[in-house]
């Protein structure tokens, strides 16, 4: 394992996440023997078990994470939809802290895992929880910076409901598009980032063109194919806190949730603390899905080229793997997977974060 990887990893980054789970959703299919993904928040495994495999394993290199994740689980299976979504801290459902504290103490865990989750929460008041993360505390300092800089005129976005709107208004003399180009340089820079976010572990950019280009094109993207109130990414960026119910991500829609209460009468779940792809390589059931995240990217040199071959003979034929990249896609060896992600750009284009390069492997037969 990458020092950077495990410097970065080993603390509660994530606990609404970076990535729309809504494409790992729609790539897997319903009652697969067995998936295997990175836990994250736990954000990205609830629509996955919706999916409703027979096995569902959650891999983690951080047991903050892995927590986070069973309380997620445990949440989705003991509290109703409203009090699960006011728990979490999604719009529009209201849970003071005391609410969220009493609703937590009714949860049947573990003594270490109640200890462990019960010092993060009362370190932060019983506040949201979707917030507590690395990655969404950046994000609302970030917001802070850029409602002082363009004096809350981005605001407007999330004013329309149509695209075209949108559009218009991004096009128009009313966006604040000289101070919208400099927010960009600054805080879209791979150093600022690095200090900030990654704390030195930030992996080293290998995709054409400059950062600063790669950020404004994520935004223009943004601005022309989303939506600004549908995206919690924006929301959280612009406005420093979920708003909008619309842009709530894919664990929170009744029908995820319904169907994850269902699995969790019928799916085994296990959970992993270590490394993925040596997870991987010790299961003894085949696998039918693999979400690695952004994984591999953080793998050193060799190894972000070999993963696919060290994970091979556990997969199933046919089955799919699924990574991600920022500002560095990992070069891998693909001798035995079909490289299917040019089916899949329209599925893409609904991702309301645009942060990410995708990456879809299926095993070859």
């Known amino acids: 394992m990458a020092k950077s990887m495990q410097t970065y990893f080993t603390h509660l980054n994530y606990s609404l996440g970076d990535e729309d789970s809504l494409i790992e959703y729609r790539l897997l299919e319903d009652n697969v023997n067995h998936v295997i993904s990175i836990a994250g ?23 903050e994470q892995l927590a986070l994740t069973q309380l997620r689980i445990m949440a989705a299976k ?11 801290g999604y719009p529009p459902a209201t849970c003071s802290h005391k609410k969220r504290e009493d609703l937590f103490n009714t949860l049947p865990l573990t003594i270490e895992l109640k200890e462990q989750l019960h010092r993060l929460f009362s370190r932060h008041q019983w506040a949201p929880i979707i917030y507590l993360g690395n990655f969404e505390s950046t994000l609302i300092k970030f917001s802070r910076i850029i409602r002082w800089v363009t004096r809350g005129k981005l605001d407007t976005l999330f004013t329309f409901n149509t695209l075209q709107e949108q559009k218009n208004f991004v096009n128009s003399a009313d966006f604040p598009n000289k101070l919208w180009r400099l927010i960009v340089l600054l805080l879209g820079n791979a150093n600022v980032l690095n200090a900030l976010l990654y704390k030195g572990s930030f992996p080293k950019k290998n995709i054409p063109g400059s950062a600063y280009l ?11 194919q989303v939506l600004a109130k549908n995206s919690f990414f924006l929301q959280l960026l612009l406005l420093g806190e979920l708003r909008f119910e619309a842009g709530n991500p894919i664990e929170t829609e009744q029908h995820v949730f319904d169907k994850v209460k269902e699995a969790l009468n019928i799916t085994e779940i296990n959970y992993v603390l270590g490394d993925i792809i ?87 037969c």
């Open 78 to 88: 003991h509290f109703e939809y409203d009090d699960f979504i006011g728990f979490l």
């Open 214 to 224: 790669h950020y404004q094109r994520i935004f223009k993207q943004l601005f022309q």
């Open 41 to 63: 928040s736990g954000a990205r495994i609830l629509p996955l078990l919706a999916r409703q495999p027979k096995k569902l394993t959650c891999v983690d290199i951080s047991q």
């Open 278 to 364: 040596h997870t991987i390589k010790e299961q003894e059931n085949p696998i039918d899905f693999v979400s690695l995240s952004d994984v591999p990217s953080f793998f050193e040199t060799h190894r972000e080229k070999v993963f696919l071959q060290d994970i091979k003979a556990k997969l199933l034929p046919e089955s799919k793997v699924v990574s991600r990249g920022h500002l560095r896609l990992a070069p891998a060896d693909t001798t035995g997977f079909i490289d299917i992600a040019n089916e899949y750009q329209t599925l893409f284009a609904e991702d309301v974060t645009q942060l990410w390069h995708i990456q879809v492997y299926r095993r070859a």
